[in-house]
């Protein structure tokens, strides 16, 4: 973007803004007004009738705040973090597997050996993922589940990385990777969904 269009922009954003919280005896007379947004980024109405762009810019006003919500999905809010804010809440190991689709040691998790009665989280975002009651034994050194808790609560896509064709499963609310899912798992559904462990918190009860 042009850097003096944006700056100057910015100022015309932040004028509105202080300019529309005066008593309407101190603001100042329509053509004014109207020249200030004619170099607002969004002049004009939008499609839709929302009206002057201005408000559009909220983020601007605070800065500090980058988690928005995106639209929503099956009724799920998404979260969406800068990745410096990730890098910054997460363990290295859980920045690995969460946002950039690693995969944890086997037999390194603490939740293989997990069999209370419990929920296990998104280490991300806490969104419920999968349930001890679907969970069971692979032998395979990862937490593995026949079902997650919610069907919409993760999002299933073909993963073609590392010379193979896999589905991988990742949390619906903030994306973060959370394993794979096999047809190899027990009955009733014969789907085995392997998790990394450190993608997750185990929520007893
Ligand atoms: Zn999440």
Same mark, same amino acid.
């Given at each position: ?65 980058? %988690?928005? @919500?995106?639209?929503? +999905?099956? /009724? ?7 990745? *410096?804010?990730?890098?910054?809440? $997460? ?63 993760? %999002?299933? @896509?073909?993963?073609? +990385?590392? /010379? ?7 949390? *619906?609310?903030?994306?973060?990777? $959370? ?27």
């Amino acid at each position: 973007m042009n850097r003096r269009f944006f700056i100057s922009s910015s100022i015309a954003v932040v004028g509105f803004a202080v300019l529309s919280r005066l008593p309407s005896w101190a603001q100042p007379n329509e053509k004014v007004l109207s020249g200030v947004l004619a170099v607002s980024p969004h002049p004009g109405p939008l499609p839709g009738g929302e009206g002057v762009g201005v408000g559009r810019d909220s983020t601007f006003n605070s800065p500090g705040s980058s %988690i928005q @919500e995106k639209s929503k +999905s099956k /009724g799920i809010k998404k979260v969406t973090k800068t990745d *410096a804010e990730w890098k910054s809440q $997460l363990t290295p190991e859980q920045y690995d597997v969460l946002r950039h689709e690693g995969t944890e040691y086997a037999f390194t998790s603490p939740l293989n050996d997990i069999h209370d009665k419990g929920t296990f989280i998104c280490a991300g975002c806490e969104l419920p993922v999968f349930s001890s009651a679907q969970k069971f034994d692979s032998g395979t050194g990862w937490p593995s589940f026949w079902a997650p808790l919610k069907k919409e609560n993760v %999002i299933e @896509e073909t993963d073609r +990385s590392a /010379g193979m064709t896999r589905t991988k499963v990742s949390c *619906a609310q903030c994306e973060g990777h $959370l394993g794979h899912v096999f047809d190899d798992g027990p009955k009733p559904t014969g789907l085995r969904y392997c998790m990394n462990g450190v993608a997750m918190k185990f929520v007893k009860g």
